[in-house]
């Protein structure tokens, strides 16, 4: 355990269940993004290496075991989002520049390995989410910049290579979780004091409540199941909890789930090929996890 910014990374087996070391990244970073190429590759940006605020980017190669430097984003970002594109391009909005949050954005081409930068987005954002809608849009949600968290919500179109505004959360919400539920609506939970959830209807573009939580949380994690339902992991209330719920898109219900093992926030929850949900990592509050935990549906 460290509680240190890390450079290195690991490797679960589901099979063994076990992990092993990889190669690791050029540096350390906090507050950074991963994502999923669809050449198998993974993209992570920015974040904070513990005496700076980065615009670095690499690749990891998994045929291989390796990082190499990808080309550096136009802007320093931390605590900012990222999107894989329906065309295989990354977006990245807001974060964290170490003097102001950001309303830009930017996208990279694999291909090319050059970001560009796109529109802005009509509010500044860091602790916010991106999420890609089945049109092939995406949604930004709330967040915190020019002094306040934000109930706003914007999208980003590819095509046109714009934002325009969508219909308001009933909430501000920071650090809370979209999910993509079966039937193309985004739930939207945690994030603030509230234990209110709603749901996204982008045919429409408004929102509705949805249910409540048992417990306010943000920092936790969202997982949607194979059958529909959506287990809500971990975060950070008034403490850190090990409590979990479970979402019934159905009846716009939640249900207590089981406890987890430790409590966590800032974790990472990964739905495994055989519906399992694999926990990782995050905090107690007061230190550094290195543990791992699965979920049973």
């Given at each position: 355990m460290n509680d240190g910014n890390l450079n290195s990374a690991e490797l679960y087996d589901p099979v063994t269940e076990t992990w092993t070391y990889t190669g690791n990244m050029s540096q350390a970073r906090d507050g950074h993004t991963a994502s999923l190429l669809q050449n198998g590759k993974v993209l992570v940006t920015g974040g904070n290496n513990g005496s700076e605020y980065l615009d670095s980017a690499e690749l990891y190669d998994p045929a291989i075991g390796t990082w190499q430097n990808a080309a550096n984003m136009n802007d320093v970002r931390n605590f900012h989002a990222a999107c894989v594109l329906s065309d295989g391009r990354v977006l990245v909005s807001g974060g964290y520049n170490g003097d102001v949050v950001l309303r830009?954005?930017?996208?990279?081409?694999?291909?090319?390995?050059?970001?560009?930068?796109?529109?802005?987005?009509?509010?500044?954002?860091?602790?916010?989410?991106?999420?890609?809608?089945?049109?092939?849009?995406?949604?930004?949600?709330?967040?915190?910049?020019?002094h306040t968290n934000h109930n706003t919500a914007e999208l980003y179109d590819p095509t046109a290579k714009t934002w325009r505004t969508t219909g308001s959360m009933r909430f501000a919400r920071q650090y809370h979780i979209d999910t993509v539920l079966s039937n193309g609506k985004i739930l939207v939970t945690g994030g603030g004091r509230s234990t209110d959830a709603e749901v996204y209807n982008s045919t429409r573009g408004y929102w509705k409540a949805s249910g409540r939580m048992k417990y306010a949380r943000s920092y936790h994690q969202a997982s949607l199941l194979p059958d529909g339902r959506v287990l809500i992991t971990g975060g950070y209330g008034e403490r850190t909890v090990n409590t979990t719920e479970l979402y019934d898109p159905s009846t716009e219900t939640f249900s207590v789930g089981p406890h987890m093992a430790s409590a966590r926030s800032f974790h990472k929850a990964t739905i495994l090929k055989d519906g399992k949900v694999l926990v990782t990592g995050g905090s107690t509050g007061s230190r550094s996890l290195e543990t791992a935990e699965l979920y049973f549906p």
């Open positions: 830009t954005a930017e996208i990279y081409d694999p291909s090319t390995d050059l970001w560009t930068m796109v529109g802005n987005m009509s509010d500044a954002r860091d602790g916010h989410t991106m999420t890609m809608l089945v049109n092939g849009k995406v949604l930004a949600t709330g967040g915190f910049g020019d």
